[in-house]
């Protein structure tokens, strides 16, 4: 039986680990992790992501030919493969502080492989590094080895939060790279060998190891640029009374062009994009290439804009000032059918309006009160570290509250800002919402989820991302 050992339990780990676990009932599975809650998590009733689909995969196979511990060296030592899946946050400190990739966590984990193993083994890149960290990689196990023969494979995971498990039982394409000598290309095979159990040949590929890692990279930069393009756009329709939804599915007609990802909204989140994209800049920076470096840190900075861009005009359509003003903030996770708030937009959001001095009431299904609090309080890449070295805010922010539904949310607010697309925001009884509120009542719609004219018609004023506006917020323009 091949036994694989996963190092790292989490948003990727966990939900990839099980589902080969399912789909191999020949291969063993451990996944181990630092961090006991976690582990203590996935042996649980209550898994610690939510992942629409997960507990069923989990529930099948844990136990079986799945398990989850804390005892890392002893699966690394047992394993034939070993999949590293541990953090790769944006350094803070030292050279390439706020772009580069701290590898602290994955070079960790490659001497402990090192120090524990007695026999051969492939080790595989499943956490997303920078171009040429494989070499890195081998440097420190081959220095360690003690006679031991390490494989490193690049193996960058491309599922998508919200849609994990469906992802990963149909991906679009498995990619490896290798060594290109007859001992890469063995390994390579034998890990081809895993995902063929059940990803049909032809989309699994195989590259040489520079280009996989580099693949990642490039798959992240290319999904936020269409995001901040279309973003970019957003404000330009609204300057001009373009529809921005109008637009977006016409261009995407476009044979060439495709109609997916193409949402306009309040800016992407979630624990990659940003991350890769500096991560990106920094090596076109370190490679003498700053015009590229440029046209990719363009992306971020468009993000950043459209955030900005949505607290001015929550802000300046309220007479100026939230001071003291009840906002109900709906959603708070970064995407729909996930509770993970890694670089939501919410958060930007939010410490905007807590700079207008504003009061804050937040509801979303998934995320909780302790959640939200850390989120507001932490430095900026704080968040990318494995939990139990996350910091506990020592305070709360006392002009936020948690609301356990959105009718308690919205209570006596004077606005609502909908940040995340959760399907439960469409079909809300509005005009109870409407009744509850202040006078003005106004939605600010960072996800285009609700039916505008219908909220008009009940009383509201409206604010959707990139669509035409109505006559109050063209009479009290946002100043950027
Ligand atoms: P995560 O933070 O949920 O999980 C990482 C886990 O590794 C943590 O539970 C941490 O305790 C553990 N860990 C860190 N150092 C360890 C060590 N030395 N030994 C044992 N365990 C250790 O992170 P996530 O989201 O699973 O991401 C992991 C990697 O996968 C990152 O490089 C990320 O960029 C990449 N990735 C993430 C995707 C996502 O949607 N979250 C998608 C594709 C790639």
Known sequence: MVKICCIGAGYVGGPTMAVIALKCPNVEVAVVDISVPRITAWNSDTLPIYEPGLDEVVKQCRGKNLFFSTDVEKHVREADIVFVSVNTPTKTRGLGAGKAADLTYWESAARMIADVSVSDKIVVEKSTVPVKTAEAIEKILTHNSKGIKFQILSNPEFLAEGTAIEDLFHPDRVLIGGRETPEGFKAVNALKDVYAQWVP??????????????????????????????????????????????VSFAVGKDSRIGPKFLNSSVGFGGSCFQKDILNLVYICECNGLPEVAEYWKQVIKINDYQKTRFVNRIVSSMFNTVSNKKIAVLGFAFKKDTGDTRETPAIDVCKGLLGDKA??????????????????????????HPLHLQPMS?????????????????????GICLLTEWEEFKTLDYERIFENMQKPAFVFDGRNVVDA??????????????????QWLKDMPALA
Not at 202 to 230: C, G, M, P
Request: charged share 25%; proline share 3%.
């Open 453 to 470: 004219e219908k909220l008009r018609k009940i009383g509201f004023i409206v604010y959707s991302i990139g669509k035409p506006l109505d």
């Open 359 to 384: 009061r804050i009431s937040i509801y979303d299904p998934q995320v909780t009160e302790e959640q939200i609090q850390r989120d507001l309080t932490m430095n900026k890449f704080d968040w990318d």
């Open 394 to 414: 020592p305070t709360t922010v006392k002009q936020v509250s948690v609301a356990w539904d959105a009718y308690a949310a919205t209570k006596d607010a004077h």
């Open 201 to 246: 040949e032809d989309r699994i590929l195989t590259t040489n190891l520079w280009s996989a890692e580099l693949t990642k990279l490039a798959a992240n930069a290319f999904l936020a640029q269409r995001i901040s393009s279309v973003n970019a756009m957003s404000a330009l329709c609204e300057a001009t009374g373009a529809n921005v939804t109008e």
